[in-house]
Each structure stands twice: as C-alpha cells, then as structure tokens.
C-alpha cells in the first residue's frame, strides 16, 4: 500500500504497483499461490519421557560444544605456535 505524501493529496492515474483493479479478482479459495494449505505433520510419535532421558544435561554439553567450536582456531594457532618454539629449540 502506498500513502501520499501530502494529507489529502492525492496522485492522479493508477499507481504502477497497484494491483488490476478493472478485473476486480481477489483470492477466495483456501489457496495462496497455488499452493496447498499447510499441514501440519509429526515426524515422530510420542515417547514417555524416561528418567534416564531427564538425568542427560543436554543444554550444558551443547554449551561446552559450541564454546570448543568458538575457540577451535585459537586453542590450533597456540598449539602450532608451542610446537614451532620446541622445534626451533
């Protein structure tokens, strides 16, 4: 939608992104762009949760995962550099 610039004045003529306002078509079916509605689908069924499931600390070990990948290259450039120190020893 496009709003004037000026309060109460408006352009003359249809404005180049407006839609075809002579056919007058408008989407009535359950469809956008000829597509399916979306449904819903599981992946999996329900599972009853075990306490063996409740004990794994799923979040810290994601956490200690994404702190190793943060610091990968820098803990690599420290190693390279330790060891060409040992070899020029």
Same mark, same amino acid.
């Given at each position: 939608?496009?709003?004037?610039?000026?309060?109460?004045?408006?352009?003359?003529?249809?404005?180049?992104?407006?839609a075809d306002?002579?056919?007058?078509d408008?989407?009535?079916?359950?469809?956008?762009?000829?597509?399916?509605? +979306?449904?819903?689908?599981l992946? @999996?069924?329900a599972v *009853?949760?075990?306490?063996?499931?409740? %004990?794994? &600390?799923? +979040?810290?070990?994601?956490?200690? @995962?994404r702190?190793? *990948?943060?610091?990968?290259?820098?803990? %690599?450039? &420290?190693k390279?550099e330790s060891?060409?120190k @040992?070899?020029?020893?």
């Amino acid at each position: 939608m496009l709003f004037p610039k000026k309060d109460g004045v408006l352009k003359k003529g249809l404005v180049n992104d407006s839609a075809d306002l002579k056919t007058g078509d408008q989407n009535t079916e359950a469809k956008l762009f000829g597509t399916a509605p +979306y449904a819903l689908k599981l992946r @999996e069924k329900a599972v *009853k949760i075990t306490q063996a499931m409740k %004990d794994v &600390k799923v +979040y810290d070990k994601l956490r200690i @995962e994404r702190v190793n *990948k943060y610091y990968k290259g820098k803990r %690599d450039n &420290k190693k390279k550099e330790s060891e060409n120190k @040992e070899q020029q020893k």
